[in-house]
Structure formats: structure tokens, C-alpha cells
């Protein structure tokens, strides 16, 4: 069975400043997906970065960017120029490489962006 | 951009009542499912659903639950006889056929209280 471990519950920072979550995982797929997830105080999931196992280049999405350290099984999640919009929930979370699995959730890290 | 629907947004039971929590997928999806999250905890995955037919359940997802897709736009969760325990934020999720192509979208969930 895969697992998924964030090791940090709480984390803050200052706007403007750079945050790096951490993820590690468990596995013996060699093929699969890893996604962040944000989820503010109306508890909505919204996709942030997903990453394939099989692409060794790291996933960007405007401020965010991910390090895929397949051989460590890590995958963290920086954050650039912080913004208060950015305090959420962050969930790490790991899906097979085949159409129907779900998601495996760590069990996330609350950011908060200090002003 | 697509959304996956989900009402009602907040619902209040009574122990030992049947709720049911309801969910329109994107319409060219395949896939559906639903995840638990009790507060302050982690995404759980409950079911996952294809083709008319529940295709994985977890350990959670017992007798008491059923799921369907009763006219083939709508995807209900059914709990027959609510506990306090089940009280949670319940996700519908959906995908389509490929998740780098269609992405695994969540729809904003349903707050379930149970008193």
C-alpha cells in the first residue's frame, strides 16, 4: 500500500518570502502521479502542481514549483513571493498511474502567510 | 473551466436518519468518486465508481453506504443510519480519461453534521 507522510503540521511565513513544504512518499509503482492540493478555510480541494513520475523535469505553475526526487521519494513544494491568499491547508497526495485509483492523502501542512 | 457541483453545501441530521449528498461530475468524465475528510484529519478515499459500478471501496465505505448514478449526470452518496462519527466533509471528485489530459477535479463539498 503507498503512504504519503508530511512532516511539518504547521508552518509560517512572511509575505513576500519563500516557503518549501515537504513530502515524502512510499511505493513500489514505478509509474505514477503526485499532485498538491490547497485547501483555504472554505475547505474547497484546489489542484496547485501535479507532477508524472515519468517526467524528471519538475513541475512549475507560476510561483509554485515542485522538487521530484524520484530515487528519494520526496517531493516538496516551494512557494515563491508569498501572499496572504496563500494561507491554506496543503496536501501532498499520490495516485497510481492507472485510470481509476485514487488519491492518497498525507495528512497536510496548515501555512500561514504573515503580513 | 468545468466544475464538479456539489449540494447541499451544509446539511444537519439527526442520528440514526439517511442522508443523501449529491454530485454532478464534469460531463465528459468517467470516473467518480467520494472522499471523507473528518476535521483536522486527512482526505480519506471512500469509493470510486465506473461504467455504473462501484470499481474500489475502502474499509470505510461499509453496508451503511451505497453510491449511484441514477440518471446519468447526477452521482448520489447515500448513508442509510447516520452515526456522530460520520459527521465530516464530505468531497465527490471526477475524472476523465486521462488525469494529465482532463485533470482530478473535486467539487467543493458537503458538510455533514450529525447530532
Known amino acids: 500500500a503507498q503512504t504519503v507522510t508530511q512532516s511539518q503540521p504547521e508552518m509560517s511565513v512572511q509575505e513576500a518570502e519563500t516557503v518549501t513544504l515537504s513530502c515524502t512518499y512510499d511505493?513500489?509503482?514505478?509509474?505514477?502521479?503526485l499532485f498538491w492540493y490547497k485547501q483555504p478555510p472554505s475547505r474547497q480541494m484546489i489542484l496547485v502542481i501535479r507532477q508524472e513520475a515519468y517526467k524528471q523535469q519538475n513541475a512549475t505553475e507560476n510561483r509554485f514549483s515542485v522538487n521530484f526526487q524520484k530515487a528519494a521519494k520526496s517531493f516538496s513544494l516551494k512557494i515563491s513571493d508569498s501572499q496572504l491568499g496563500d494561507t491554506a491547508m496543503y496536501f501532498c497526495?499520490?495516485?497510481?498511474?492507472?485510470?481509476?485509483?485514487?488519491?492518497?492523502f498525507g495528512k497536510g501542512t496548515r501555512l500561514s502567510v504573515i503580513a | 473551466e468545468p466544475e464538479v457541483t456539489q449540494t447541499p453545501s451544509h446539511q444537519v441530521t439527526q442520528m440514526g436518519q439517511e442522508v443523501i449528498l449529491r454530485c454532478v461530475p464534469i460531463s465528459n468524465h468517467l470516473y467518480f468518486y467520494w472522499y471523507r475528510q473528518i476535521l483536522g484529519q486527512k482526505v480519506e478515499f471512500l469509493v470510486s465508481f465506473y461504467n455504473n459500478e462501484i470499481s474500489e471501496k475502502s474499509e470505510i465505505f461499509d453496508d451503511q453506504f451505497s453510491v449511484e448514478r441514477p440518471d446519468g449526470s447526477n452521482f448520489t452518496l447515500k448513508i442509510r443510519s447516520t452515526k456522530l462519527e460520520d459527521s465530516a466533509m464530505y468531497f465527490c471528485?471526477?475524472?476523465?480519461?486521462?488525469?494529465?489530459?482532463?485533470?482530478?477535479?473535486f467539487g467543493s463539498g458537503t458538510r455533514l453534521t450529525v447530532v
Open positions: 497526495a499520490f495516485m497510481k498511474h492507472w485510470r481509476n485509483t485514487p488519491l492518497v
Open positions: 511505493t513500489s509503482e514505478n509509474n505514477y502521479y
Open positions: 471528485a471526477s475524472m476523465g480519461l486521462y488525469v494529465t489530459n482532463y485533470g482530478y477535479t
